[in-house]
């Protein structure tokens, strides 16, 4: 399908002290459509505490924070503006930068189900971003797993996953992926890559947000580092276990770091809007990409990889952990953090048996790192505590149904 043929609609959002003004734009209308939730500036703020708060506590159930009236009346609209699979962009304003108003449901079903969803700045920045866009996407620049404490159990997979399923692959791993080579690699005249993708720490400075980046080998590579890139790039992802965002003031933080990429030259970026579970956002990237490989646009292919992986049983998830563990070597550190992982998979998939026989060997092993043998001894306890509700399940159950795994990354910019 080509990009002309796609229905394309904006949706602006802009919070006052009384209530939320929602302007939506649609291709046949001579002016925008503007509604009024009464929802105040203040209830908004206290609901989007209330979210991240859920995050502190590693308490997900934001299926029902997402369920409630006030936030559905804000995207109740778009049924009316956008038809099933039309190209929906939202313009958050305030609190919204900081809620997936992608997974707010819509007769039970999250807005995601029912259309790709991508964010825009603003309708200015959005006609820029287009304008960037490249024809072709045959080339990618991988940055994954820098030496780091604790290691990125995933990232290694993430970084092959991901370098397969181009024709013209880059990889700088481990200590390669240095802050000085990449600077180094994009500005030099050999050209951009047309997709950036990182696998790495992402750390957010709340008093100097441009201090921001993600963790290399040699150091941060900053948001200020960025702006003063020339990029070409067609897509910049950050998929990590922390991608850059803070749970305090996500929002504007996405807002700082996703400009200065964009207004770099990259027409499109793919962050979290939260620290994010790694096995989770491994297997949500690498579907992504095969999505995008298939000849879908970026908003598409973020759409089915985020259906794709709410769909998934423990058993599923399970299968994918066992064909990434015969990779890694017994008894290396970055396979007995795995050890503890699986673990919890095959707790979360009823086989409890195997799960404490797994956190038993962990803890008389004595090569393990002292945080990992006290993870391994806090999450048997667990189990056990657990074992009667645990061992009733069959592996059948849905893994990943709370939107804290499929929901946390939102596409930014171009869409196609």
């Not at 080998?217 to 067609?234: F, H, K, Q």
Request: with cysteine; charged share 25%.
């Amino acid at each position: 399908m080509s990009a002309e043929s796609v229905r394309v609609i904006l949706v602006e959002y802009y919070v006052t002290e009384h209530g939320i003004r929602i302007f939506g734009i649609v291709p046949e209308a001579d002016k925008p459509e503007i509604l009024t939730v009464g929802l105040t500036r203040a209830e908004l703020r206290a609901s989007a505490k209330a979210f991240y708060a859920l995050l502190r506590r590693k308490r997900f159930r934001m299926t029902d924070h997402l369920a409630g009236e006030a936030l559905r009346a804000l995207v109740r609209p778009i049924e009316d503006w956008a038809a099933p699979g039309d190209v929906v962009y939202l313009v958050p304003h305030d609190a919204l930068h900081r809620l997936p108003l992608h997974a707010v449901p819509l007769d039970g079903a999250p807005l995601a189900d029912r259309n790709p969803v991508v964010l825009a700045p603003s309708a200015s920045v959005l006609r820029y971003c287009w304008s960037q866009r490249k024809a072709t996407r045959s080339s990618v620049l991988v940055v994954a797993a820098p030496p780091s404490d604790p290691p990125m159990t995933f990232a290694h997979t993430q970084a092959t996953a991901v370098s397969r399923l181009f024709a013209e692959p880059e990889v700088l791993v481990g200590v390669q992926a240095s802050r000085a080579g990449l600077l180094e690699r994009l500005r030099a005249g050999n050209g951009s890559p047309d997709v950036l993708h990182f696998s790495a720490h992402g750390v957010f400075e709340p008093v100097d947000p441009m201090r921001s980046g993600v963790e290399l080998a040699d150091g941060r590579l900053t948001a200020e580092d960025v702006l003063g890139l020339s990029l070409a790039v067609d897509l910049v992802v950050l998929g990590s276990c922390e991608s850059g965002l803070s749970d305090r003031r996500p929002g504007d933080e996405l807002i700082g770091l996703t400009r200065a990429l964009l207004y770099a030259g990259a027409a499109s970026t793919l962050v979290s809007l939260w620290r994010v579970d790694e096995l989770s956002t491994g297997l949500l990237l690498t579907r992504f990409y095969e999505e995008l490989r298939a000849g879908n646009s970026k908003a598409e292919s973020l759409r089915r990889a985020q259906t794709w992986l709410r769909g998934l049983t423990h058993a599923d998830v399970l299968r994918h952990a066992q064909d990434f563990r015969s990779t890694l070597a017994d008894g290396s550190p970055l396979g007995m953090v795995f050890l503890l992982e699986q673990a919890r998979l095959f707790a979360g998939a009823g086989d409890v048996g195997t799960a404490l026989r797994i956190y038993d060997e962990l803890c008389a092993s004595r090569g393990l790192a002292d945080g990992l043998r006290a993870a391994a001894r806090v999450q048997a306890g667990q189990v056990r505590l657990a074992r009667p509700v645990l061992e009733r399940r069959s592996g059948t159950e849905k893994a990943f149904p709370d939107p804290y795994h499929w929901a946390p990354f939102v596409l930014t910019g171009d869409w196609c």
